[in-house]
């Protein structure tokens, strides 16, 4: 009964592959976002999705591309992969509103070699 | 723009004790203040929130903050640390319009020891 499941957890490949990490969440909500958190921990939001509408697009290099194909899937596809992309990415999602908690997947582990 | 700042990357207490993580934030406008907990190679999972109703806020597994607006401070607290509190702690902040993005800070460590 897993509310909010991100594939795969660990991705491991080489500098210039272009790989997807996709999520998924069951609670009926219609926000969702991208984090993503670095070696020293840091969590920052890359992007966000509502109803299938982008709504967040923060700093993040031209790269990456979420993909959001219904309000219960938001996919992250990164082209041409650095060793900087190496982190843990994780997938969240939230109801409308502002005060609503995000719920977090338990994060895809991404190292490039 | 908002910011948080977690004082302490690294804390250790024994079990048993007082547990105290600090956030300070930063925001012009009436903020929404979040803990958060990550348990090692988990997701994070909502511990409380401050959402202007009360300033003391009480959350799961035993823990509460304070919102103190003169201090810009919302720092968790727990009387008596168990080994299972053993985690990252984040602090986090958002604000009303924002679209619920969520600014972190750099979170804190908490080593609890026999």
């Known amino acids: 009964d897993t509310a909010v499941s991100q594939t795969p957890k660990y991705l491991v490949t080489q500098m210039g592959n272009d790989k997807s990490i996709k999520c998924e969440q069951n609670?009926?909500?219609?926000?969702m976002y991208w984090y993503k958190q670095d070696s020293k921990k840091f969590l920052k939001i890359m992007f966000s999705?509502?109803?299938?509408?982008?709504?967040i697009n923060e700093t993040v290099p031209n790269r990456f591309s979420p993909k959001s194909p219904d309000k219960a899937h938001l996919n992250l596809h990164i082209n041409s992969l650095e060793l900087g992309d190496s982190a843990v990415y994780f997938c969240?999602?939230?109801?409308?509103?502002?005060?609503?908690?995000?719920?977090f997947g338990p994060g895809t582990r991404l190292t490039v070699l | 723009a908002q910011s948080v700042t977690q004082l302490g990357s690294h804390v250790s207490v024994s079990e048993g004790a007082l547990v105290l993580l600090r956030c300070n934030y930063s925001?012009?406008?009436?903020?929404?203040l979040f803990w958060y907990v990550q348990y090692p190679n988990q997701g994070l999972q909502l511990l409380l929130k401050?959402?202007?109703?009360?300033?003391l806020v009480k959350g799961i597994n035993g823990f509460e903050a304070e919102f103190k607006k003169s201090e810009t401070s919302f720092h968790l607290t727990k009387p008596s640390a168990h080994m299972s509190d053993a985690a990252e702690y984040f602090c986090?902040?958002?604000?009303?319009?924002?679209?619920?993005?969520?600014?972190f800070g750099a979170g804190t460590r908490l080593a609890v020891h026999p």
């Open positions: 969240a999602s939230t109801d409308r509103g502002v005060l609503d908690e995000q719920f």
């Open positions: 609670l009926g909500h219609d926000t």
């Open positions: 999705y509502n109803n299938k509408e982008l709504i």
């Open positions: 925001s012009s406008v009436p903020p929404y």
């Open positions: 401050y959402t202007s109703a009360a300033t």
């Open positions: 986090a902040v958002t604000i009303s319009g924002g679209y619920n993005k969520l600014i």
